[in-house]
């Protein structure tokens, strides 16, 4: 297999779903004529047009209505948020609206809408450039919402939220967006239904379940864990938040004993948090030590890199609160 | 550029009756009227006057049923309110009929409608079933929405009735959007979206004004101004009283009408249609027009002195229907015959909604998703 990026699997995703469907539209700031702010979008413009490829003004309320107009008549709308945190500006189109016409409408209408945009911490944005709203999103009925970690899901998540009948926030991760892995060739179409785990790293005393960037710093810390400490971690990534997977997640719970949830959002009424309740709701026995949940500190997110790192549940939390965890 | 020189300004809430305007108070037998037409279309395009061609008789006979049976299935919802029938919050159209029904008659099938949480008359005036609609404003089973969606959120997608909104202007973009359906499709479908004066106040409005003008979207706004932002006139809100300015801002064609007149309703719609279809982008109506009952089922209208509804009273879409009927040499007779059969009509479509069965508890847990399994193979 070849190596790509995030970026460029994303890329490939939004052409390939344009030529298969012309229903496809891409709608945002800047996505056109610039290629997107982080060049998601670059030469689609060129290879589609401009009524393929929607250059809007800085009106998120509107072109997020508008979009929920065109998917009722079986346009299939990509909406771009140039950073997920203008969710809040659009949240009464996305969560008011998108997210519950189907049912307002008694199923008379569907709403094929993706709403993608990257999210999360690290590149020092701040407060209103560096939210996770994966954990906003999943707290309403009606919407998927997808974060992948890896080029591979990407690809394969993307092309099957934008064929999804539902609307689907799809997440992106800054950090995420250079980083390089394997998947097939534009002429190898594949497909990852929603709502299926993968079990990334295999092991045997403690789950850690988590997704978007957050799976590397994971993956980094069991590393640590292994290679200093001799703790087996095993790293499900949920892959999506809505419809979570537990049944992958409890399957390993059952082999461990023991479950961390990580994520970049809030851990305050978070997934983690949904996460562990469900563990104890659903399957208590699998437990043998209480399970837990990281998230992002319960502060806005700061500039300063030395702050921003203070706030971000990263590869150090991790490796802590699983010793930790053990311990007990 | 002919302002209307006595559209409704600012003051009292005597100032805010409307004044009386000789010509068309004439004809309707000395009655108060709203303001002239005033169809201030931009420079850039050459139409100064609407042309308000008379309409068939059985044309204004078929409008007269249809304002008259939104009419009495608003006074029907009233008292199903007042008997405790109807939950949560319902807001009725008596006074706004014409708006409703002149501009369905103009528009063709395969258009669209969006409209606001005031939106029975639009449901009615594009065809939904009084009975139905009834239904659902009870919550019954046999509501349009399966009693999910309620007064608020008229819906029939075979009649181009795309969703009425409980968020103030929010089902504008909408409309904005299956205008852009349209045009991406390279179909004439129009997009027609009504809301209130109070709308204009919010965010959302501006920033589809501004997109569909530049992007030339097949797309009507269609103000109901009926003088108050719920309970609040607009004096109390903005410095800008005449509400077609703010669209003009944006570039956009503005006709601020007479809204309790079908066809001066009907032949402003068609002409904003024509300019959709033929490409020359989005036009804003400003409908003068007066709610005759509350805000909401409910509403203690404290905000307005009774005589102001009275004298509107004599200047409402049903009482100008009438007199057009009668000067077109339509009897009293057959009129009352009219009212008669309207009247079983809707006492017919109470009838059905109050037979109609409670949903099912499962139904509670249907719709949230489509089950798309199928598209993820």
Redesign the interface.
Same mark, same amino acid.
């Given at each position: 297999m070849r190596r790509t990026t995030y970026i460029q699997a994303i890329n490939e995703a939004l052409r390939e779903e344009m030529q298969r469907d012309e229903n496809v539209?891409l709608i945002g700031e800047d996505i056109g004529h610039y290629g997107g702010l982080f060049r998601v979008t670059r030469n689609l413009l060129d290879e589609f047009g401009d009524?393929r490829v929607l250059d809007?003004?800085i009106?998120e309320?509107?072109?997020?209505?508008?979009?929920?107009?065109?998917?009722?008549?079986?346009?299939r709308?990509v909406v771009e948020l140039m950073y997920m945190d203008f969710t809040l500006v659009a949240a009464?189109?996305i969560f008011?609206?998108i997210a519950k016409?189907?049912?307002?409408?008694?199923?008379?209408? =569907?709403v094929p809408v993706v709403i993608r945009g990257q999210q999360g911490g690290g590149k020092h944005y701040g407060s209103q450039h560096s939210q996770s709203v994966d954990s906003l999103y999943a707290h309403f009925?009606?919407i998927?919402v997808v974060a992948p970690a890896t080029p591979y899901d990407a690809k394969g998540l993307l092309k099957?939220a934008i064929?999804?009948?539902?609307p689907v926030a799809f997440l992106e991760h800054k950090m995420l967006y250079f980083t390089r892995g394997e998947a097939p060739p534009p002429d190898e179409e594949y497909?990852i239904?929603?709502g299926k785990a993968d079990v990334k790293r295999v092991g045997t005393d403690v789950t850690i379940a988590t997704f978007s960037y957050c799976l590397h710093q994971a993956l980094e810390a069991a590393e640590t864990l292994a290679d200093q400490h001799g703790f087996s971690c095993e790293v499900v990534d949920l892959r999506t938040v809505e419809p979570l997977d537990t049944d992958t997640v409890w399957e390993s719970v059952a082999k461990t004993g023991r479950l961390l949830a990580v994520h970049e959002s809030y851990a305050n009424c978070g997934v983690g948090a949904e996460l562990v309740a469900r563990a104890y709701e659903e399957a208590p026995y699998l437990l043998k030590a209480p399970a837990r949940r990281l998230g992002m500190a319960p502060v806005s997110i700061p500039v300063s890199r030395v702050l921003e790192a203070e706030v971000l549940p990263w590869k150090e939390e991790i490796v802590a609160t699983v010793l930790d965890m053990e311990r007990r | 550029m002919k302002l209307a020189d006595n559209a409704t300004r600012s003051g009292t809430a005597e100032d805010l009756a409307i004044q009386s305007n000789s010509e068309a108070a004439e004809e309707s037998g000395g009655l108060a009227t709203p303001a002239s037409i005033t169809t201030d279309i931009l420079p850039s395009d050459s139409a100064t006057d609407l042309e308000v061609p008379a309409l068939p008789t059985e044309s204004l006979l078929e409008m007269y049923r249809k304002a008259l049976a939104i009419r009495l299935m608003e006074e029907a919802l009233l008292a199903a309110a007042e008997e405790g029938q109807i939950g949560g919050a319902m807001h009725t159209a008596i006074g706004h009929e014409a708006n409703a029904v002149g501009a369905a008659y103009a528009l063709q099938q395969g258009d669209?409608v969006?409209c606001t949480y005031r939106g029975h008359h639009h449901g009615l005036a594009w065809g939904m079933d009084p009975g139905r609609a009834i239904a659902e404003v009870m919550g019954r089973s046999d509501?349009?929405? =399966?009693? =999910?969606?309620g007064s608020m959120?008229f819906?029939?997608?075979e009649s181009g009735m795309?969703?009425a909104?409980?968020?103030v202007a929010?089902q504008?973009?909408?409309?904005?959007?299956? #205008?852009?359906?349209s045009q991406?499709r390279g179909e004439d479908r129009v #997009?027609i979206t009504f809301f209130g004066d109070g709308a204009l106040f919010q965010?959302?409005m501006h920033?589809?004004f501004?997109?569909a003008a =530049?992007w030339k979207l097949p797309l009507i706004f269609y103000c109901e101004n009926n003088r108050y932002s719920e309970m609040t006139p607009i004096w109390r809100t903005s410095s800008i009283e005449d509400i077609f300015l703010f669209p003009r801002a944006y570039g956009m064609a503005t006709m601020q009408i007479d809204g309790n007149d079908v066809e001066i309703v009907h032949a402003a719609v068609s002409r904003a249609a024509e300019r959709a279809r033929s490409g020359s982008g989005p036009t804003f109506i400003e409908g003068i027009t007066y709610r005759l009952a509350g805000h909401m089922a409910g509403d203690l209208e404290t905000y307005r002195p009774p005589e102001e509804v009275e004298k509107q009273k004599a200047y409402e879409p049903l009482v100008v229907l009438r007199s057009k009927l009668l000067k077109r040499g339509v009897g009293e007779t057959a009129i009352a015959g009219i009212d008669r059969e309207v009247d079983d009509m809707i006492d017919e479509a109470v009838a059905f909604a109050e037979k109609s069965p409670w949903p099912d508890a499962a139904e509670t847990y249907?719709?949230?998703?489509?089950d798309?399994a199928a598209?993820?193979a």
């Open positions: 539209f009524r809007t003004p009106s309320q509107a072109f997020m209505g508008m979009a929920l107009g065109a998917a009722t008549v079986g346009m709308p009464d189109q008011n609206q016409y189907r049912y307002m409408t008694g199923g008379l209408l =569907k009925p009606g998927r099957t064929r999804d009948d539902n497909l239904p929603l | 669209y969006t509501g349009f929405a =399966k009693g =999910k969606g959120h819906v029939s997608p795309m969703g909104n409980g968020i929010a504008v973009p909408h409309a904005a959007g299956l #205008a852009l359906a991406l #997009a965010g959302v920033e589809t501004n997109i =530049k249907r719709d949230v998703f489509v798309s598209s993820n």
